[in-house]
């Protein structure tokens, strides 16, 4: 699902429609706000694309995004 790539952790999710993907950006959102690290995202209809990166520490994948990821992953899967 998540491919590490050009300093980022990325991935698509693809949903039944776009109130189904903005349910899943709206509980994403909460978890980021918690973790104190917000995703670069964009949506398009049914599909949530999203970058992970750390900016304060020189735009590099860090544990910041793998922890937000498997967050994120696991809203996908529930």
Do not use: C, Y
């Not at 699902?1 to 990325?10: A, G, I, R, T, Y």
């Not at 995202?41 to 900016?55: E, K």
């Not at 735009?59 to 498997?70: F, I, M, P, Y």
């Amino acid at each position: 699902m998540w491919e590490e790539k050009d300093n980022k952790l990325q991935a698509s999710f693809k949903f039944k429609d776009f109130a189904s993907a903005f349910a899943f950006m709206t509980e994403v959102a909460f978890h980021a706000e918690k973790q104190n690290h917000h995703p670069n995202w964009s949506n398009v209809w049914n599909t949530v694309d999203i970058h992970l990166t750390t900016h304060d520490a020189g735009n590099t994948v860090t544990e910041k995004d793998r922890k937000l990821a498997e967050t994120i992953t696991n809203i996908f899967n529930s």
